[in-house]
């Protein structure tokens, strides 16, 4: 399989998946200090003012349902990542209500956005996609615009429930002249013969809470505590609303972890945390 996309090589073939809420900075650094190939950031709103924190030069992951802003945006942060995704697989409400994700369908509108994408940067750029009836429609494109397409092979109306279609992204990968990304239930029990059948994998729910589990899967070091985490986020400043929730992703695993759980609820402030058993 291949480890390189064109004009860009990772350091190994695993990375973190797109999540929403999940991938703030602080877990991205964690993520990349315990080996994660690549790291991408959640959903980015192109006419967001608030200037980004890219310190971990993540893959900045966009969503957007016209060409609007998509040209001054890359300009603004081609220097600051490693390369640009166009997210056409987010299957959420304010996705639908909205428009973008996977319910943009419009396949001339796609095009027009890539397109525009390719010509603002020289990096790569690529697609994450899910299953649907567009999916080889979105190959097509993805071909002649992108530098690898990722697969989720659920579709929207799934969500995260049920099992991914393996057989589906397998007829993407055989059918595909660019690399190709899988994204969907990877853990430390099947991706090895992942590894063998896709180029990359990205993992996305495993990692939550557990950002060693690249290292794992790498075999690095892999020792960790809610504290590696916290002290990234006060280092940016994080709200405490997000400190508090990664907090609460922390104690998966975690002996008395409802116990815990109830008692990160009551807390009011940083400091109420840091006194909690999860610190």
Known sequence: MSSKIKNFKPKNRIFLAPMEEVNDI???????????????????????PKKLILED????????????GIKKFIKKYDKEVSFFDFNLGCPSKLAKKHGFGSYLTNLKTIEKILKIMKSSTKKPITIKIRKSNLSFDLLKLAEKYCNAIAIHPRTKEQGYSGEPDL???????NK??????????VNEKNYKELLKKFDFLMIGRTCIGHPEVFAKLTGKNSKISFKDYLK???????????????????????????????????CKNVEDIMNSTIS
């Open 26 to 48: 602080a877990f991205r650094l964690l993520c990349k200090k315990f080996n994660c190939g690549l790291t991408y950031t959640g959903l980015t709103n192109l006419l967001m």
């Open 232 to 266: 990234l986020a006060l280092k940016y400043d994080l709200p405490f609303r997000q400190i508090k929730f990664q907090a609460m992703n922390f104690t998966k695993g975690l002996r008395n972890s409802t116990k815990l759980r109830n008692n990160l609820a009551k």
């Open 57 to 68: 030069k993540p893959v900045l992951q966009i969503f957007s349902k016209d060409e609007k």
């Open 176 to 185: 595909s002249e660019i690399p190709v990304i899988y994204s969907g239930n």
């Open 167 to 173: 057989n589906f992204a397998l007829e993407i990968k």
